[in-house]
T-cell receptor, first 112, second 116 residues
Framework: GDSVTQMEGPVTLSEEAFLTINCTYT??????LFWYVQYPGEGLQLLLK?????DKGSNKGFEATYRKETTSFHLEKGSVQVSDSAVYFC???????????FGKGTHLIIQP | NAGVMQNPRHLVRRRGQEARLRCSPM?????VYWYRQLPEEGLKFMVY????????ESGMPKERFSAEFPKEGPSILRIQQVVRGDSAAYFC??????????????FGQGTRLTVV
């Protein structure tokens, strides 16, 4: 079945540092890929998405590129802020699936 | 346009009681999904419903759990005879259409169920 693997947390960085959160997937066919963010006590919000190979999703300074050859969708940001502290989930939706398949989440902590 | 509304936000039940979780999708959305988030885990798909139909319940435990999405009113996730292992955050998501991988699902704030 489909699966998503993302780096274990917590990830602790200083403000203005460069961020990478790794995400790799296993799926049949050509899934769509997503990054969701969950702030404390809140539901998930879609951060960005990519629907086909080599697409780059971007939002709020975050970027991720759909790499079919490495089955990856790593999340990056050039300069993080304290307000970026949250849990980040990588997810996919396969062509034949009804729901999203999520990774376990990566807790990001940004220190001033 | 209000977002996906879930209530209650927090629910405490004693072992053996029933838990009812409600989800009102965004206006115009007729597709509802339920997910469960166990502590330190990602979200796991439970069930996908359209109005008056269960489309996919492959992620639902075989016993004690049921879901409905009636023609009128919110979607309900019902857990009978709760046990401590049911303690989790339950999230509902809705979307306007489905069948394409790019359709964005909008999530509610979740119901945190605690079984004591």
């Amino acid at each position: 079945g489909d699966s998503v693997t993302q780096m274990e947390g917590p990830v602790t960085l200083s403000e203005e540092a460069f961020l990478t959160i790794n995400c790799t997937y296993t799926a049949t066919g050509y899934p769509s890929l997503f990054w969701y963010v969950q702030y404390p006590g809140e539901g998930l919000q879609l951060l960005l998405k990519a629907t086909k190979a080599d697409d780059k999703g971007s939002n709020k300074g975050f970027e991720a590129t759909y790499r079919k050859e490495t089955t990856s969708f790593h999340l990056e940001k050039g300069s993080v802020q304290v307000s970026d502290s949250a849990v980040y989930f990588c997810a996919l939706k396969g062509g034949g699936a009804d729901g999203l398949t999520f990774g376990k989440g990566t807790h990001l902590i940004i220190q001033p | 346009n209000a977002g996906v509304m879930q209530n209650p936000r927090h629910l405490v039940r004693r072992r053996g009681q029933e838990a009812r979780l409600r989800c009102s999708p965004m206006k115009g959305h007729s597709h509802v999904y339920w997910y469960r988030q166990l502590p330190e885990e990602g979200l796991k798909f439970m069930v996908y419903l359209q109005k008056e139909n269960i489309i996919d319940e492959s992620g639902m435990p075989k016993e004690r759990f049921s879901a409905e999405f009636p023609k009128e009113g919110p979607s309900i996730l019902r857990i009978q005879q709760v046990v401590r292992g049911d303690s989790a955050a339950y999230f509902c998501a809705s979307s306007p259409i489905d069948g394409t991988g790019s359709t964005e699902a909008f999530f509610g704030q979740g119901t945190r169920l605690t079984v004591v």
